[in-house]
């Protein structure tokens, strides 16, 4: 019998390796915001009808498990053999670039949504943001650091979002629409 409990976190603390990690320090804050994404990726997978952009979809995943493992060994003050690396990265731009070729040129702000796939791409996008800055702060915070291809990766990953929330509405015809600013 699987048992999804251990009982150690009881007292406000996370064990990591031989650590024990307060659950508001900010590397934890980090694997939680990393944790948050993948679970809302899983989310957008579920709703999403083109097997090409599902496929995407858990290949950014499963770096994000890379990323989160990256983040764990900083907590255990270990240096980590796997990291998100450059090559993830540039393909992120490769496919943000075909993407761009598709799409109308963005001349003003776009209103987030449109479809529910691209509202969710949208907030997924936001919680990259969110991931970023709780990264952001762990380096800040600890003297072992991130690679900084993380930080790359996921800054990267925020505009891809976006891209991609673009063409979904592109491909259903679904015009975008700016801001008014009106007081």
Known sequence: MTIFYTGQGDKGKSAMGARKIAKDDPLMDALGAL?????WLGYCRASVKRKAISYKLKA?????????????MIAMQKKSKIQITNVKTKAL?????????QVPQIKKFIIPGGSEL????????????RAERA????????????SPELLQYLNRLSSYLFALARLVNFRLNIKEESPSYRP
């Not at 944790?35 to 679970?39: A, G, H, P, T």
């Open 35 to 39: 944790d948050e994404l993948n679970s």
């Open 60 to 72: 950014i995943q499963e770096d994000l498990f890379v990323a989160q493992a990256e983040i764990a």
């Open 93 to 101: 731009e490769k496919e943000i670039l075909k993407i761009d070729k």
């Open 118 to 129: 691209s509202a969710k791409l949208d907030f997924a996008r936001t919680l990259v943001r």
């Open 135 to 146: 990264v952001v702060k762990a380096n800040a915070a600890n003297e072992a650091i991130s």
